[in-house]
């Protein structure tokens, strides 16, 4: 409780801390949650905690998120993702997201998305007796590595998609209201999109605006 006031004071994430008081979270939960949030007021290339993930090639120092380092987890949840949310909500490349992935490339892949996406897929996880992890807690990990350093002003393609993916975990979570928020962000920022120039810029761009138009829908 000492700890939730002292966070409370200090201005800093006022409204998230109420708002996980208000959905019913255990001062447990919130205080190791404070230690995540503080934990990510670093430079946020440190959040770049890569996976040996099996699309193979992906260098064993480099990781793209900071929540889990298994690679059979993040295999498990990319393909939950590619599966069952991807071919209905298609809102990036999936071979350039793949190709960039791989690289270390932050051209079409990012820290931002890369969480996201984790994030939707563990709520399609089923759980079972023989799970060696909890994909309850997770996905809320997941979830506050990208809440704790999202930026409505950033303008990149890959934080637009964050954008739009983080709509969709808040609709599994029945947030509405905040769900609604991240679609405006990413509907507004569609339209100062950071250009990039190469080839697929434009095919992505394309599925990113077809994608979000239809969340909007």
């Known amino acids: 409780m000492e700890q939730i006031l002292d966070a409370l004071s200090t201005d800093e994430l006022v409204w998230e801390i109420l708002r996980r008081l208000k959905d019913g979270?255990?001062?447990?939960?919130?205080?190791?949650?404070?230690g995540r949030a503080s934990m990510n007021d670093f430079d946020i290339s440190s959040t770049f905690v890569a996976s040996d993930h099996e699309m193979g090639g992906v260098s064993t120092t480099f990781r793209w998120t900071a929540v889990t380092a298994d690679s059979a987890i993040l295999d498990h949840l990319f393909q939950l993702y590619f599966s069952w949310v991807h071919p209905v909500h298609t809102l990036f490349s999936e071979g350039l997201f793949h190709d960039s992935y791989k690289?270390?490339?932050?051209?079409?892949?990012?820290?931002?998305?890369?969480n996201s996406l984790c994030a939707m897929a563990c709520h399609l996880h089923t759980s079972t007796d023989a799970d060696l992890a909890d994909?309850?807690?997770?996905?809320?990990n997941f979830t506050d590595a990208v809440r704790?350093?999202?930026?409505?002003?950033?303008?990149?393609?890959?934080?637009i998609q964050a954008f739009?993916?983080?709509?969709l975990v808040d609709c599994a979570c029945g947030s509405a209201?905040?769900?609604?928020s991240?679609?405006?962000?990413?509907?507004?920022?569609?339209?100062?999109?950071?250009?990039?120039?190469?080839?697929?810029?434009?095919?992505?761009?394309?599925?990113?605006?077809?994608?979000?138009?239809?969340l909007n829908v």
């Open 25 to 34: 979270e255990t001062y447990d939960r919130i205080v190791e949650w404070l």
């Open 103 to 114: 690289r270390q490339s932050h051209q079409y892949c990012s820290s931002l998305l890369v």
């Open 135 to 140: 994909f309850g807690q997770l996905g809320h």
């Open 148 to 159: 704790c350093v999202i930026d409505p002003e950033d303008t990149n393609i890959t934080t």
């Open 164 to 167: 739009a993916v983080m709509f």
């Open 177 to 180: 209201l905040r769900a609604t």
């Open 182 to 214: 991240y679609l405006e962000v990413a509907t507004r920022n569609l339209s100062n999109v950071l250009s990039i120039e190469n080839d697929g810029f434009k095919e992505v761009l394309k599925d990113t605006s077809r994608g979000i138009q239809s």
